[in-house]
């Protein structure tokens, strides 16, 4: 079933997995306003039932990153230029940049678990897009970068948070600095893909892993996700009683009981 089909994204579902297509493959998935503003709203379409959630690209990339024509005068037919972005207010700018990452935010939620299936080129923006899911398989021959600095700006759409969580502030830094390639066998090595396969696989390797997510209930696997989620800002101990709080509430619900 689709549910969304405009401005280079594919929203279909399929039972409980939905699949966020990049539908732009003559310009290999290169990024835009438009195509931000459908991305966040695939987000908001998606059923109830849903559980876990596919991006994926057509064609030969993932995603080359931000459209070069965002960096010319005249911009996106309709849009505001980066150029006049910048003449605008402090608070305008910012509205707008946090209008932009809508569409990078809501693959964290606790409801489900989103795949990136990435193959090819996933540079800048298309790096940022795939390090908003929750997991990472790649094709062998994947080729990520962080290009924001090498054009004067910052990776902005979300993508420093999970990249530090993943590989550590030093080699992030490094990363997105230099914003040379990674390539899949350091994405595996690092943590930055969970599975790598040859591209011919890819499809079926996102298929095999959505089926194993979807074998264990879905309440234990929210649960799961939000306690790992905010591990990271608890000390052991918080982290103690976050697991004994998450325990109860999955003991009760098993045995009918409420709290």
């Known amino acids: 079933m689709t549910l969304l089909d405009k401005d280079g994204v594919r929203l279909t579902v399929d039972g409980d997995v939905a699949t966020v297509t990049l539908a732009n493959a003559a310009k290999r998935n290169a990024q835009s306003p438009a195509m931000w503003r459908a991305l966040a709203e695939a987000g908001s379409l998606l059923p109830g039932n849903v559980r876990v959630a596919v991006l994926r690209g057509e064609g030969k990339s993932f995603s080359?990153?931000?459209?070069?024509?965002?960096?010319t005068p005249e911009g996106f037919d309709g849009e505001p230029s980066f150029i006049d972005l910048a003449r605008g207010?402090?608070?305008?700018?910012?509205?707008?940049?946090?209008?932009?990452?809508e569409a990078f935010t809501w693959w964290r939620r606790n409801d489900l678990v989103t795949i990136a299936a990435v193959q090819g080129h996933a540079i800048g923006a298309g790096f940022q897009l795939a390090l908003a899911c929750d997991l990472r398989v790649v094709a062998e021959d994947v080729q990520f970068a962080m290009r924001e600095t090498s054009l004067g700006l910052v990776p902005d759409l979300t993508g420093t948070h999970p990249l530090v969580a993943l590989v550590g502030y030093a080699r992030a830094l490094e990363i997105c600095a230099t914003g040379r390639?990674?390539?899949?066998e350091e994405a595996a090595r690092t943590g930055l893909a969970n599975l790598v396969v040859p591209g011919d696989d890819l499809d079926a390797a996102v298929?095999?892993?959505?089926?194993?997510?979807l074998a264990a209930p879905r309440d234990a696997v929210i649960e799961t996700k939000a306690l790992l989620a905010g591990a990271a800002g608890r000390?052991?101990?918080?982290?103690?009683?976050?697991?004994?709080?998450?325990?109860?509430?999955?003991?009760r619900?098993?045995?009918?009981v409420g709290e």
């Open 235 to 251: 000390d052991y101990e918080q982290q103690r009683v976050a697991e004994r709080a998450a325990q109860a509430r999955r003991l």
């Open 253 to 256: 619900d098993l045995a009918g």
């Open 181 to 184: 390639f990674v390539h899949a």
């Open 207 to 213: 298929a095999d892993l959505a089926a194993a997510l």
């Open 64 to 71: 080359a990153g931000l459209d070069r024509q965002a960096f």
């Open 89 to 101: 207010s402090d608070s305008a700018l910012d509205a707008t940049i946090a209008e932009y990452q």
